[in-house]
């Protein structure tokens, strides 16, 4: 049920993850940015692309082809940290692609994703565009997209050749959708995670928090945002991309780093995003969204994307 008051384990006021899609990582600049991360007792998730294929993207970066890289990110599984799917690889992938990318992923992590993130340039992706809206909402956003969005992802479509939403329901526990800019992602939206009836194949949606660049993650963990996160006793699962500015140059953003030690000496909950979810979903029984929900979570992330522009 939404508006009950959640009681973190062991004591704990608030809670704390990230979903850090890996545009642009690579062996060079993620791991800076966990190393930090664990020394200051944070436990995220990273998503990460399976396989590599022909095309070039727009929007690169390494993927587990790379032993490399693919020891790197073992090596944080290792340590705690929750390894997720951004899509098969960084362009758009068939069904049988993105098959051989889930089971590459089963055999480099010992299991199937739990989380995942739609990656933007991949036209499989699974109630995208134009889908992640209802009605009027719907309307609305093909007017703001000039009508580019219309029919053009399509993993959810059954009998399309980039048709892989069946696997999605069998194998993939939790899915992202809207972002919103309050750090405290749980006030937005109480009900995570939910289940939508009108996308069946999505086992369970989950909101976030705006942090897309080092930026807007620095304006989100602003110190006064931290500490009303504290004292409303919520719960943020940031969005972001840790390539985007978190490391350069050989450096952190030096923001960036005192705004982590500054949220590390509170008392939160620093666990990955499935094991906050897995508690939230225990805490709040499988919620099943209204249609005013969703009109409202909707309508919300329409003027979100229309202030930032980004997902
Ligand atoms: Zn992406």
Redesign the pocket.
Known sequence: MQNKKITWPDGKLFAFTVFD???LETVKNAMPVYSFLKDNGFLTTK?VWPIKRQQTPS?GGDTCENPEYLAQVKSLQANGFEIAF??AT?HTSTRQETLRGLQKFHDYFGRWPKSM?????CQENIYWGENRLTGLNKLFYNILTRGRRINFYRGHVEGDPLFWADYCKKYITYVRNFVFEDLNTLKQCPFIPYHDPQRPYVNFWFASTEGAAVQSFNNALAEENQDRLEAEGGACIMYT?FANGFYLDGHLDKRFESLIKRLANKNGWFIPVSTLLDYLKEHNGEHIITHAQRAMLERKWLWHKIRCGTT
């Open positions: 899609d890996t545009d998503s929007i951004h899509n960084f993130a739609n990656h933007a340039d991309h």
